[in-house]
């Protein structure tokens, strides 16, 4: 399974941004989907995750009401969608895959596949 996340960049603070990641080499719509954000010399912090029927939705405190995130499973990503950007939203986000859960998890050792990762900076 691989994951390949793209859409980040340089945005100036109250900006938006959309993140996708896509899936390839396993059964998507199976999969539980998450977010992660990590800065350097911090832990990867939880952004938010979906259920495979993009039903239930959960999101980090930091970020609710600003970050949404969905999914397609014909085309098998999953987005983030930014908005009200802060420059502590400044980090290099990862999408990743749970392919062994029913319910949607904010813990990331239960996710199994995780992309490369995409840089967000947001400048004040």
């Known amino acids: 399974v691989q994951l390949q996340a793209s859409g980040g960049g340089l945005v100036q603070a109250g900006g938006s941004l959309k993140l996708s990641c896509v899936v390839s080499?396993?059964?998507?719509?199976?999969?539980?989907m998450g977010w992660f954000r990590q800065v350097p010399g911090k832990e990867r912090e939880f952004v938010a995750a979906v259920s495979w029927s993009d039903g239930d939705k959960y999101y980090g405190d930091s970020v609710k009401g600003r970050f949404t995130i969905s999914r397609d499973n014909a085309k098998n990503t999953v987005y983030l969608q930014m908005n009200s950007l802060k420059p502590e939203d400044t980090a290099v986000y990862f999408c990743?895959?749970?392919?062994?859960?029913?319910?949607?998890?904010?813990?990331?050792?239960?996710?199994?596949?995780w992309g490369q990762g995409t840089q967000v900076t947001v400048s004040s």
């Open positions: 990743a895959a749970d392919g062994y859960s029913d319910h949607v998890s904010m813990s990331l050792i239960r996710y199994d596949y």
């Open positions: 080499g396993g059964t998507f719509r199976d999969y539980v």
